[in-house]
């Protein structure tokens, strides 16, 4: 079983993409398989609101998306990670939620007319990862529950989420031991989950509040 951490973040080696790293080395410390990818050295493409994938569920440009798509699918456990640039995920998280969004939600019509959503995909779990520098804890929020809305339409329910404010040089991170080890908790409980089918909790890390961004 694998599970596959997908970095948003546009530098490599920084806080963000320490804390994925951090949560795959949980998961992998229980035997699963992992990988990371970062945004940031992929081609992927802001969506066109074609609507070509409505039904075939396969979006029609022809970039990187379609190959990371295939990992996210191809996995146990999906860790999402992000900075946050002004109040939500950043330019090259976005551009991958929503081609997710857009080409893994069913649109389904009842005889009343009503338009329903329904996912494509079921029986993964997930990890989100929210960073920031000093921005309010409500605001960093936000940003991980746009993240947690692309593993429900991949399919997977987030099991944890690792919050984190006052992180901005790269580095910084590595300054915190007490919260690479809760993001490396995280990847415990991801494992956990996948090995036995679920959680009925769910673990947080939600430090105090503090802006703008931090990678």
Known sequence: MKVIGIVGSPRRGGNTDVLVEQVLAGAGAHGLETEKVLLGELEIAPCRACYSC??????????????????????????????????????????????????????????????RFRRRHRGRFGVVVAICDLSPLSELRHCARVMEACLRDLGADTVDEVLAQR???????????????????????????????????????AEDPGAHRGV
């Open 54 to 115: 409505a039904d075939s569920g396969r979006c029609v440009i022809g970039d990187d998306f379609h190959a990371l798509l295939e990992k996210a699918l191809g996995s146990a456990g999906i860790v999402l990670g992000s900075p946050m640039y002004v109040g939500t995920v950043t330019a090259q998280m976005k551009a991958f939620v929503d081609r997710v969004d857009c080409s893994q939600v069913e649109l389904v019509r009842a005889s009343t007319g009503e338009v």
């Open 167 to 205: 992180l901005s040089d790269v580095g910084d991170v590595r300054k915190r031991p007490e919260l690479l080890a809760r993001a490396f908790r995280a990847g415990e409980r991801l494992a956990a989950a996948i090995r036995g089918g679920g959680t009925d909790e769910r673990g947080r890390c």
